[in-house]
């Protein structure tokens, strides 16, 4: 970045906050946490307005304390001070204070919310709307230590003032599904699905109907007309590319929703997932049909599952590439949240379709969150289609949770209808776990069955050969059956 328009002091905070980012990163390859995190603390005090610096800082900050989601021993006791600093300088609205005294709390507790909301509230104050939308984030996160529906509400403001309409609605649905009977937060997203149309048809700023659609043909259509041409510039004849014929068809009717899908779909087979979302928005623009908003959604996670996936296959290159694997771990994170929020929406709005709760549930176990997964399996075990799947879904919560008698009963259950020719995985792990429990209950007889079956069917499954033979008294030559060669 140019250092031009900022004076001397200015200058030189940059340098220096630039220097401390060369060695927070040295560290960062070397996992020394608390030189990274001293580092890009300092980075931050000297140029507050910097998202990277942030986000490097709370993602080392996390790593100093190896991701155990409570940060420094006995935290609890240690953010009083810090607590009390956040109030004094909220009520003298002394902003950059309260943002310190926030960035003191968060390096006892990365995850406490409290902090991260209050250096959300003192950077939207600041004007560092970014920073006001990562901090809020954080806040309302899954790894965040309270679901505040206040904070919530505050993302969504901020990302209402970026006007990103549609996380704004995302963050106030999940304030819907805490309180379900608010009905301020109802017609809040109302409001913001008729501003999001009326920012991207550009009607807050045309002057006319004429002008309202001249601009959203040269803000939608400019880039898909290159569909029409070829390399020669010779216009494409119908029939030779389907993307030209149905950018051609939009242009002949674009009030005909149905032309955008098919477009959409288009782009989301051939692997053109930017050129996908930005057709459903137009579609959405066009329709307001809350069917097209979930086929965005859609295409959204595969982006992020695409990232995911090249970001490992670097990873995978350079097995020691600390950063590398960071973006592995944090894209995974992203995936994940993404994913509940769109399953939660449409649990939400879907209620009878147990399909989705029975997706949501399994991104809830993955981020170990089992109370909140285990009401949504029980209904999703209704479906026979999911019944068996399910009850095993169901054992492995409770055997989580160490409530072994549950977790045992809904194995059984699952056995009943699992085969391993439709279901090998779950078929071969309630097997496994049933025979865990056994062995657990000094109950050799039926954990030999259970382990016996796994070996039937997959003699290298996990540790099972071993555990056989334990339970069958080892390798003792004479208990073994004799073979012929001739036999």
Same mark, same amino acid.
């Given at each position: 970045?140019?250092?031009?328009?900022?004076? !001397?002091?200015?200058?030189?905070?940059?340098?220096?906050?630039?220097?401390?980012?060369?060695?927070?990163?040295?560290?960062?390859?070397?996992?020394?946490?608390?030189?990274?995190?001293?580092?890009?603390?300092?980075?931050?005090?000297?140029?507050?307005?910097?998202? /990277?610096?942030?986000?490097?800082?709370?993602?080392?900050?996390?790593?100093?304390?190896?991701?155990?989601?409570?940060?420094?021993? /006995?935290?609890?006791?240690?953010?009083?001070?810090?607590?009390?600093?956040?109030?004094?300088?909220?009520?003298?609205?002394?902003?950059?204070?309260?943002?310190?005294?926030?960035?003191?709390?968060?390096?006892?507790?990365?995850?406490?919310?409290?902090?991260?909301?209050?250096?959300?509230?003192?950077?939207?104050?600041?004007?560092?709307?970014?920073?006001?939308?990562?901090?809020?984030?954080?806040?309302?996160?899954?790894?965040?230590?309270?679901?505040?529906?206040?904070?919530?509400?505050?993302?969504?403001?901020?990302?209402?003032?970026?006007?990103?309409? @549609?996380?704004?609605?995302?963050?106030?649905?999940?304030?819907?599904?805490?309180?379900?009977?608010?009905?301020?937060?109802?017609?809040?997203?109302?409001?913001?699905?008729?501003?999001?149309?009326?920012?991207?048809?550009?009607?807050?700023?045309?002057?006319?109907?004429?002008?309202?659609?001249?601009?959203?043909?040269?803000?939608?259509?400019?880039?898909?007309?290159?569909?029409?041409?070829?390399?020669?510039?010779?216009?494409?004849? !119908?029939?030779?590319?389907?993307?030209?014929?149905?950018?051609? /068809?939009?242009?002949?009717?674009?009030?005909?929703?149905?032309?955008?899908?098919?477009?959409?779909?288009?782009?989301?087979?051939?692997?053109?997932?930017?050129?996908?979302?930005?057709?459903?928005?137009?579609?959405?623009?066009?329709?307001?049909?809350?069917?097209?908003?979930?086929?965005?959604?859609?295409?959204?996670?595969?982006?992020?599952?695409?990232?995911?996936?090249?970001?490992?296959?670097?990873?995978?290159?350079?097995?020691?590439?600390?950063?590398?694997?960071?973006?592995?771990?944090?894209?995974?994170?992203?995936?994940?949240?993404?994913?509940?929020?769109?399953?939660?929406?449409?649990?939400?709005?879907?209620?009878?379709?147990?399909?989705?709760?029975?997706?949501?549930?399994?991104?809830? /176990?993955?981020?170990?969150?089992?109370?909140?997964?285990?009401?949504?399996?029980?209904?999703?075990?209704?479906?026979?289609?999911?019944?068996?799947?399910?009850?095993?879904?169901?054992?492995?919560?409770?055997?989580?949770?160490?409530?072994?008698?549950?977790?045992?009963?809904?194995?059984?259950?699952?056995?009943?209808?699992?085969?391993?020719?439709?279901? !090998?995985?779950?078929?071969?792990?309630?097997?496994?776990?049933?025979?865990?429990?056994?062995?657990?209950?000094?109950?050799?007889?039926?954990?030999?069955?259970?382990?016996?079956?796994?070996?039937?069917?997959?003699?290298?499954?996990?540790?099972?050969?071993?555990?056989?033979?334990?339970?069958?008294?080892? @390798?003792?030559?004479?208990?073994?059956?004799?073979?012929?060669?001739?036999?």
């Amino acid at each position: 970045m140019s250092d031009a328009g900022y004076s !001397p002091e200015e200058q030189r905070k940059r340098k220096l906050a630039s220097d401390c980012l060369k060695r927070a990163t040295e560290a960062m390859g070397k996992q020394n946490w608390d030189y990274a995190v001293e580092m890009f603390s300092t980075a931050v005090k000297m140029v507050p307005d910097n998202l /990277m610096y942030r986000q490097s800082l709370r993602g080392s900050q996390r790593k100093k304390y190896k991701d155990n989601k409570s940060g420094a021993s /006995m935290a609890f006791l240690r953010v009083a001070s810090a607590r009390s600093k956040v109030k004094k300088a909220r009520g003298a609205k002394n902003w950059a204070e309260m943002d310190l005294a926030a960035e003191e709390g968060l390096s006892i507790n990365p995850w406490d919310g409290q902090f991260n909301a209050d250096l959300g509230d003192a950077a939207r104050e600041r004007g560092f709307l970014e920073i006001a939308a990562f901090a809020y984030e954080q806040a309302t996160g899954p790894d965040a230590s309270s679901e505040n529906k206040e904070f919530l509400i505050a993302l969504a403001g901020i990302y209402e003032l970026r006007k990103n309409f @549609d996380a704004a609605i995302r963050a106030l649905d999940k304030v819907m599904i805490l309180d379900p009977l608010n009905g301020t937060i109802r017609s809040k997203i109302q409001s913001l699905g008729a501003n999001q149309t009326i920012h991207r048809a550009g009607y807050d700023e045309a002057k006319s109907t004429q002008e309202v659609r001249e601009d959203k043909h040269k803000q939608g259509y400019e880039e898909s007309v290159k569909g029409d041409v070829k390399t020669n510039k010779e216009v494409l004849a !119908p029939g030779e590319s389907i993307e030209a014929d149905l950018n051609r /068809m939009i242009r002949k009717e674009p009030a005909n929703v149905g032309h955008y899908q098919k477009l959409g779909d288009h782009y989301r087979r051939e692997g053109k997932l930017e050129d996908s979302i930005k057709t459903y928005k137009l579609a959405l623009d066009v329709s307001g049909d809350h069917s097209i908003r979930e086929q965005m959604e859609d295409v959204e996670l595969d982006m992020v599952r695409r990232n995911l996936s090249f970001a490992k296959e670097a990873a995978a290159r350079n097995p020691t590439d600390e950063p590398a694997k960071a973006i592995v771990s944090e894209l995974a994170k992203e995936l994940i949240v993404q994913e509940i929020e769109v399953y939660s929406r449409r649990v939400d709005r879907y209620p009878n379709d147990l399909k989705l709760k029975n997706e949501l549930a399994t991104r809830f /176990m993955r981020i170990k969150k089992y109370d909140k997964a285990i009401p949504l399996l029980q209904v999703a075990s209704k479906d026979i289609r999911l019944e068996s799947q399910v009850l095993a879904s169901l054992g492995f919560c409770f055997l989580a949770k160490k409530q072994n008698n549950l977790a045992k009963r809904q194995f059984e259950k699952a056995l009943e209808k699992l085969t391993f020719n439709d279901n !090998p995985v779950p078929f071969k792990e309630c097997h496994y776990y049933l025979g865990r429990l056994a062995e657990e209950a000094k109950d050799n007889a039926t954990a030999e069955t259970h382990y016996s079956e796994i070996m039937g069917v997959d003699f290298d499954y996990k540790d099972v050969n071993n555990r056989l033979n334990e339970i069958q008294g080892g @390798d003792d030559e004479s208990n073994q059956i004799e073979m012929n060669d001739d036999e």
